[in-house]
């Protein structure tokens, strides 16, 4: 069967993994096994991506990303470099809690900055927005903004990337599209 994916010489791809169409995969990276790509998804140096991970469409990983088992990214998803995720709670050396890895979803469109930290267990909502070194330590909302340590949410997202700015009816207009969004019971919808 013909490879229809990139991996530089210096990258491991391990058995038993899935690897959509056009992704790459670059230099010193390791897909450990059983892991399920989407396709044209580009995987930065130097990252590790754990047993059974799962990465949709479109999905862009940069340089020195660890992406733990537990981890599912829907399509369109950011990861800055060097951020990383975890999969255990209350993680010991001397003990052994393969069986208990914790699920964290990045849903579509997510982008999560350089150096962040997402403790395992919460979502990313779509669309939303993790800046550079922030420590996520609970849920985040579709197109929330949120930064710090702990993060906390300071603001809202268009699915552009651009923060709204909501009017006094809670309507904002994303100054690079004619999309406009919806400020409703401390939630966000995109309009139409």
Same mark, same amino acid.
């Given at each position: 069967?013909e490879k229809?994916?990139? !991996?530089?010489?210096?990258?491991?791809? /391990? /058995?038993?993994?899935k690897?959509?169409?056009?992704?790459k995969?670059?230099?010193?990276?390791?897909?450990?096994?059983n892991?399920?790509?989407?396709?044209k998804c580009?995987?930065?140096?130097n990252v590790?991506?754990?047993?059974?991970v799962?990465?949709?469409?479109?999905?862009?990983?940069?340089n020195?990303?660890?992406i733990?088992t537990?981890?599912?990214?829907e399509?369109?998803?950011?990861?800055?470099?060097?951020?990383?995720?975890?999969n255990?709670?209350n993680?010991?050396?001397?003990?052994?809690?393969?069986?208990?890895?914790?699920?964290?979803?990045?849903?579509?469109?997510?982008?999560?900055?350089?150096? !962040?930290?997402i403790v395992?267990?919460?979502?990313?909502g779509?669309?939303?927005?993790i800046?550079?070194g922030?420590?996520?330590?609970?849920?985040?909302?579709?197109?929330?903004?949120?930064?710090g340590?702990?993060a906390r949410?300071?603001?809202?997202?268009s699915?552009?990337g651009h923060?709204?700015?909501f /009017?006094? /009816?809670g309507?904002?207009?994303c100054?690079?599209s004619?999309?406009?969004?919806?400020?409703?019971?401390?939630?966000?919808?995109?309009?139409?």
């Amino acid at each position: 069967m013909e490879k229809v994916y990139f !991996a530089h010489e210096t990258a491991v791809v /391990d /058995d038993g993994c899935k690897i959509g169409k056009g992704t790459k995969i670059w230099h010193f990276t390791h897909i450990m096994p059983n892991c399920k790509i989407g396709e044209k998804c580009n995987i930065g140096q130097n990252v590790v991506v754990s047993p059974e991970v799962i990465l949709g469409n479109n999905v862009k990983v940069q340089n020195n990303v660890s992406i733990y088992t537990g981890v599912i990214c829907e399509d369109d998803v950011f990861l800055g470099p060097s951020m990383v995720f975890t999969n255990i709670i209350n993680p010991r050396s001397a003990v052994i809690r393969k069986g208990q890895y914790v699920k964290t979803i990045v849903r579509k469109g997510a982008s999560i900055g350089a150096n !962040a930290t997402i403790v395992c267990g919460y979502d990313i909502g779509k669309f939303s927005f993790i800046g550079a070194g922030a420590v996520v330590t609970k849920e985040v909302l579709p197109y929330a903004l949120v930064v710090g340590n702990p993060a906390r949410q300071v603001g809202w997202m268009s699915e552009y990337g651009h923060r709204l700015q909501f /009017d006094e /009816d809670g309507i904002a207009k994303c100054p690079e599209s004619s999309e406009k969004y919806k400020l409703e019971n401390g939630n966000v919808t995109k309009l139409g």
